[in-house]
């Protein structure tokens, strides 16, 4: 069983580590202004960051989520847009429990149930997602600029 709580200002070392694991997962390299705006957002109350600790208080899992509106219900819509754990805490109940206190906290919010993405390829993670939520089907698109089309219509 895991401690989940905010994020701790004192943990930021500890949480710029995971988050540069978690970065390095999905091989992307996110400039060094975006993690400190994200770590300021989560302060601030613009993005919502938990963590879990283990009995000795060691950060082994983060989970970052937000609200937002939907056109689609009344509520809020509560997107879950990051979560790491630890490999050494995976298969423990770690990711399990980040994601049932985002869901306790969008239902505290009046918000709706969260949901959030992954990579096709994290089957690790996806095996755990098929087990807490039902995957909608939907294909994430990123639009692309015409410079970056090159000569595709």
């Known amino acids: 069983m895991y401690r989940i709580g905010p ?15 978690y970065q390095r997962f999905y091989a992307v390299d996110l400039p060094m202004a975006v993690t400190e705006a994200t770590w300021q957002r989560i302060h601030n109350g ?16 983060i989970v970052h ?16 847009q990051d979560l790491y754990v630890d490999p050494k805490a995976r298969g ?3 990711g399990r429990q980040l994601i049932e206190a985002v869901a306790e906290s969008a ?3 009046g918000a709706n149930d969260p949901y959030w993405l992954t990579h096709e390829t994290n ?3 996806r095996r755990l997602y ?7 089907g939907f294909i994430q698109y990123a639009y692309l600029p015409a410079r970056a089309r090159g000569s595709a219509p």
Do not use: I, M
């Open 107 to 109: 239902k505290a919010a």
């Open 46 to 61: 613009r993005v919502h960051g938990l963590g879990a600790r283990d009995a000795g208080e060691n950060l082994l899992g």
């Open 65 to 80: 989520f937000l609200y937002h509106e939907d056109t689609w219900a009344t509520a809020p819509a509560c997107y879950l």
């Open 130 to 136: 098929d087990r807490l939520a039902k995957n909608h």
């Open 123 to 125: 089957l690790t993670g």
């Open 92 to 94: 423990t109940g770690c």
């Open 7 to 21: 994020l701790r200002q004192s943990e930021r070392a500890r949480w710029a580590q995971l988050w540069s694991e």
